[in-house]
């Protein structure tokens, strides 16, 4: 199936520092989604994206989708403790029929106080 | 509130053995999935469900088996044939059309002893 690469695969920050991941694929995808996963919980949507160039925050997150609609970022300003998580990007290709996903292999976020 | 209930939170099975993981939600939604997370990796999609009576294979379907008999649950099945099924499984939802941000269960950790 379809292959997205996120990265960093794992980050360890100062609190207050601000964060940067992204995701690519070598295809056209077109709805990019941001999930945040707690230890040993369901993942929860954080921001969606749906069109080329958009730019929608949610909070201290800023996400977009990129002009090549191969890529997607998610940055994290003023990181605090409780930031501390598995982000997921998923994606949703251009040519994929019906509501499936795929999803990223996640950024491990570490905060230190 | 509406959400979507995975039970149990935690399972143990023999080698050998069936065993049958619970997701039920009350969104009213359509579409039904189930994701398998091993650590270090994405999620991986082993079935999903469109619509009532109606199901199709993921990515990773040989071991496991679903049903859709009412809107509301979706439950897995994951049988002997399945070589390594310790995991974290996850079951999320979807609306209809036009909306493609998935709601997530809490997860079921599958330990086989």
């Known amino acids: 199936g379809q292959q997205l690469n996120q990265s960093p695969q794992s980050m360890f920050i100062q609190e207050g520092e601000d964060v940067s991941m992204n995701c690519t694929s070598s295809s056209i995808f077109n709805t990019w989604l941001w999930y945040k996963q707690d230890p040993g919980e369901g993942p929860v949507l954080l921001i969606a994206?749906?069109?080329?160039?958009e730019l929608t925050s949610n909070g201290r997150l800023t996400a977009q989708f990129g002009i090549t609609r191969k890529d997607s970022f998610l940055n994290i300003s003023a990181s605090i403790p409780s930031d501390v998580g598995i982000y997921f990007c998923?994606?949703?290709?251009?040519?994929?029929?019906?509501?499936?996903?795929?999803f990223g292999e996640g950024t491990q976020l570490t905060v230190n106080p | 509130d509406g959400g979507i209930t995975q039970s149990p939170k935690y399972l143990f099975r023999k080698e050998g053995q069936n065993v049958t993981l619970s997701c039920e939600q009350n969104?009213?939604?359509?579409?039904m999935y189930w994701y398998r997370q091993d650590p270090g990796q994405g999620l991986r999609l082993i079935y999903y469900?469109?619509?009532?009576?109606?199901?199709q294979k993921g990515d990773i379907a040989e071991g496991y088996s679903v049903s859709r008999e009412k809107k509301e649950s979706f439950p897995l099945t994951v049988t002997s044939a399945q070589k390594n099924p310790t995991a974290f499984y996850l079951c999320?939802?979807?609306?209809?059309?036009?909306?493609?941000?998935?709601?997530f269960g809490s997860g079921t950790r599958l330990t086989v002893v």
């Open positions: 998923a994606g949703r290709p251009r040519e994929t029929s019906g509501s499936r996903l795929t």
């Open positions: 469900s469109q619509i009532v009576n109606d199901f």
């Open positions: 969104l009213n939604h359509d579409a």
């Open positions: 999320a939802s979807r609306p209809g059309q036009g909306t493609y941000g998935y709601t």
């Open positions: 994206l749906y069109k080329a160039g």
